[in-house]
Nanobody, 121 residues
Framework: QVELVESGGGMVQAGGSLRLSCAAP????????MAWYRQSPGKQRELIAS???????SYADSVKGRFTMSRNNAKRTVYLQMNSLLFEDTAVYYC???????????????WGQGIQVTVSS
C-alpha cells in the first residue's frame, strides 16, 4: 500500500516557524505534481501550495510570502517551510501527490494521513 507520510507538525507560538516534510516510498518511479492542503475545524480543505515535477511552485494568497514549498525528487520528499505563523494557520495539514509507481504506471493521486499544526496566539 502506497502512503505519503507527513512529519514535522506540532505546536508553535504565533510568529514562529515549522517545517513539514512529506515522504513518498523511495522505490516509486517518480513524483509528479505534489501539493499541500489544510483543513481547519468547520472549514473545507483548501489547497495552499503546489509544486510541479520541475519545481515550479504556486501558493494560496493566505500563505504567499510566508510559506515555501520545496522538493527533493531523489529522496522522494517534499517540504513546507512555514514562517511568521498566524493563529489562523492552525489546521490539519495534508500532503497530496501524483505518484508514478513504475514505468508502466500513468500516475495516480495519493494523500497523507494529515498532521496537526497548532499556532497559539
Amino acid at each position: 500500500q502506497v502512503e505519503l507520510v507527513e512529519s514535522g507538525g506540532g505546536m508553535v507560538q504565533a510568529g514562529g516557524s515549522l517545517r513539514l516534510s512529506c515522504a513518498a516510498p523511495e522505490n516509486i518511479f517518480s513524483m509528479n505534481t505534489m501539493a499541500w492542503y489544510r483543513q481547519s475545524p468547520g472549514k473545507q480543505r483548501e489547497l495552499i501550495a503546489s509544486s510541479t515535477s520541475d519545481g515550479r511552485t504556486s501558493y494560496a494568497d493566505s500563505v504567499k510570502g510566508r510559506f515555501t514549498m520545496s522538493r527533493n525528487n531523489a529522496k522522494r520528499t517534499v517540504y513546507l517551510q512555514m514562517n511568521s505563523l498566524l493563529f489562523e494557520d492552525t489546521a490539519v495539514y495534508y500532503c497530496n501527490g501524483n505518484l508514478v509507481l513504475n514505468k508502466y504506471d500513468w500516475g495516480r493521486e495519493y494523500w497523507g494521513q494529515g498532521i496537526q499544526v497548532t499556532v497559539s496566539s
